[in-house]
Structures are given as structure tokens and as C-alpha cells.
């Protein structure tokens, strides 16, 4: 898929959606998502003793080659954190909160993520 | 590289595939999947968060994944039939391999740990399209015990594809694909409280993992989601 039909699908819409640390892609169909369920993670978030779930992400195709997302659990902050001229292949672990690692296809590396 | 993609820091392999990271559970060293197409050797190896201090494990095949606890592995093994791919575990070090599925499952590469390590999760029927059939996402004890079909597709035009449990292991994300359209979505591992986060698009989500939150979270970030 490339950025065209991405814009096409989730708004074009650059807005500043409340908790989301930098600009989205979110639209206005996604947005009216979000209202739908967004009542159900707080009992969750707030249960003691549970490590808090936060970003999910996940690797997308497209015209740029495969890239890295990440969005919050409720849809919300879909947000593009890879620009690579090759294949970003991704899989952040869910162990540590603040690293992430990824691999990619020029020609093969692996890549740790700090933050 | 930082979670907003900036910092990145390569590890060079000419000639070597390496790919299929993923964390220890302490966070200090990386597991991964490497082919050296000279040597003509596959297997999972560990390493720092530099790229040093590289250890062979020994088994091979895709998607190495650390148990909470640490001290296993899981994985997807292929017995050289087109559609025999099984899920197996062994220790952390590569002993004690174990078959957990038989290879007519035909598991999707992508599979987790349930965070209490009581669990793991895959998706039968995966790994190579049949016809009429449907992939859907399976529970499974560690010891190959209690295969609990978490979905219930049939026919083969709907399939869901696992990403993986959330940290506090009451969701299960994954990718639904719906004539011909694709969407992200979580569900209780009980099969219930089925929702999108991604409606259905050609925007087509792969390898999906759920991150805890940072403990340097702000305020905001606290939020009720």
C-alpha cells in the first residue's frame, strides 16, 4: 500500500489528537472508532500488579518499502516511525519498555531502538 | 533507535541474514534469526544490544520468542512439507526442544507468549493459503495441552493472523483479513470482546507486537485508553 491510499484510508488530517506526543494521521473515521472503544481498557490499565499495556506496533508495505507504525491500543496516535529507503522489518519486544529492535532487508541488519 | 524512529544504530552483517529480534525478557541481550548462506548455517543466536557478545543457540527455523520467565524459547519448526509447520519450544540455550503442535497445524511464523508464560498463541492454518480454508488464532498450554480456537473462521475468505498478547495478557492483537481487506483488532483470549483498533482498509498490518507502557509515561500518556 502506498502513502496516497494510507492518506485515503485514515483522513489526511495532520491533528494533534489529546495524549498523542506528536502529529497522527488519524481521520475522521477512525476517530468516530476510537469513541467506540475507548471504555474499555481503564479497568485494565489500572489493575494492580499487571504490567500497563502501551504502543502496539507493526511493520506495513509500502511504495517506500516496508516501514514501522506504531498506534495506541484504543486506534488512537497511528503514527509513522521508519522512513527507510529500504525494508524496515519490525518486531518490537514487548519485554523492555524502552528499547525496541527491528531488522532490515539492505541487505540484512539488525537494529536496536533506545529510547 | 528511539520510539520516534530518530538514533538508529546499524549492526553491518555483509552477506549474513539476520532478522527475527526479539528482547530477553531482562532486556540486556537480543535473540535473532541468522543464515550465513556461505557456510550454508541457520540457527538462532544471541547477542548485546551492541551487536556483540554473540552466542550460537542452535535451533533454527523463524520467530524465536523469549518466555517471560526467560527460560525458553518458542518457535516454528517445518518438517519440508509445504504445509507442515509446527510450534516448538525448547530452553533458552537450545536444549530440550519440544514439539508442541503437530505440523499439520500449519502455524504462521508469528506467535507469543501469554505474559504469565501459561500460554502461547499462534494462528493454525497460517503458514501457506489452503483453499477454503481459514487461518484463525489458537491457544495453547506450553505442554501441548488445552487447544482452545480463540476465532472461528471458516470458509477461507476471513482469517485472522496473531500479533501477540498485550503485556497485561487480557488482549490478544491481531490482523483480520476480510475479503480482501485488512484490519487491526484485539479480542479477549476467551474469543470474546472482539474489536477493531484499525478498521478494515488495504492498509495491511504485519509482525504486530504491544509494548508496555514507559514508565516514563506523561501525564497524559496515563490516560484511561
Known sequence: ?115 | MNADGSGSIEFPAPNVCEDDPTFTPDGIRIIFHRFDPVANDEAFWSMDLNGNDRRRIGPCCADPTVSPDGKKLSFVGFNGDPTGAALFTSSVDGTNVFQVTPFSFDIAAKQDWAPDGQHLVFSIDGDVPIPGVSTNIVTIRPDGTQLRFVTNYHGGDVNAFVGSYSPDGHWINFRLNDHGLFGLYKIHPDGTHLKAILPLSDFRPRFIAWGPRPSHADEEDDEKE
Open chain 1, 1 to 115: 500500500m502506498d502513502i496516497l491510499t494510507l492518506k485515503r484510508v485514515h483522513g489526511t488530517a495532520r491533528q494533534s489528537s489529546r495524549g498523542c506526543k506528536s502529529e497522527t494521521h488519524l481521520g475522521t473515521a477512525q476517530a468516530a472508532h476510537v469513541e467506540s472503544t475507548s471504555d474499555d481498557g481503564g479497568s485494565i490499565a489500572g489493575e494492580r500488579g499487571r504490567t500497563v499495556s502501551g504502543l502496539i506496533a507493526f511493520q506495513v508495505q509500502t511504495a517506500a518499502g516496508v516501514q514501522i507504525y506504531t498506534v495506541r491500543p484504543n486506534g488512537n496516535c497511528l503514527q509513522q516511525i521508519t522512513y527507510l529507503s529500504g525494508d524496515a522489518v519490525a518486531q518490537l519486544g514487548r519485554q523492555t519498555d524502552a528499547r525496541s529492535s527491528l531488522s532490515t532487508t539492505r541487505p540484512v541488519l539488525a537494529v536496536t531502538l533506545r529510547s
